[in-house]
């Protein structure tokens, strides 16, 4: 599905999510306030946002049709003018890359349920970082994590059953032998978590946005 087609069909509003990520990407993310005000003050600039001259009708057309053009941009990570926005082109692009942004068949209400996800480690990506993304890319995510791993989880609720005592994710004292242990970590990493997309999606908002200041510096 090409991003035309996915930008003009897409249900308005947007959805609150949270990413887990690693210590000082907060602090990175928080240095990029001047790099947005410079995003959008770009973006004031150029020769769509001016309605000069034109009708009321026309400068309404105008306005929608830049806004529709930003949008794009901000997908293509061309113009990263907020938190949102880095993180809602990383998302587009990181759903892209894997071939997942397309319609999905229809996935269970639990699949929206906080918290970890089934075989989800534990305690690794303690640092949150919160954004508002579009509906559309957020039920993506659901319905891709949902549908490509859905042979994992039932391998691992089959897992579970029959190691009903076993704590796995409690290293000094899993509850189970190595063969199951090995097992169960080999079935957990077939699972894709929609924390994983999160966090890709912000790094690679972070890595769009630290090649748009390089190229602004001239640095190669």
């Known amino acids: 599905m090409n991003l035309r087609t996915i930008i003009t069909g897409s249900v308005p509003g947007t959805v609150q999510i949270t990413a887990y990520v690693s210590y000082d990407t907060r602090k990175e993310l928080d240095g990029l306030k001047p790099f947005f005000a410079q995003q959008r003050a770009w973006a004031r600039e150029q020769p769509m946002a001016s309605t000069a001259g034109m009708t009321r009708r026309e400068a309404d057309a105008r306005r929608v049709l830049w806004q529709d053009q930003k949008v794009e941009l901000r997908y293509k990570g061309q113009l990263i003018d907020s938190l949102n926005a880095l993180v809602t082109g990383g998302l587009f692009r990181e759903l892209d890359k894997r071939g997942w942004n397309r319609q999905w068949d229809p996935f269970p209400r639990q699949t929206r349920a906080p918290g970890r996800s089934p ?9 949150p970082v ?16 949902w549908h490509t791993s859905k042979e994992a989880r039932d391998g691992l609720e089959d897992w579970k059953r029959r190691h009903p005592k ?15 242990l ?16 999160w966090r890709a999606a912000v790094l690679n908002g972070l890595d769009k946005a630290r090649a748009l200041q390089d190229l602004a510096t001239g640095m190669p």
């Open 119 to 127: 075989g989800s480690p534990s305690g690794v990506w303690q640092e």
């Open 182 to 197: 090995a097992e169960y970590r080999q079935i957990c990493a077939k699972i894709t978590h929609r924390g994983d997309l």
């Open 130 to 145: 919160s954004v508002r993304l579009p509906v559309d890319l957020v039920n993506t995510v659901y319905a891709a994590c």
């Open 166 to 180: 076993a704590c796995p994710n409690r290293t000094s004292r899993p509850g189970c032998d190595e063969a199951a």
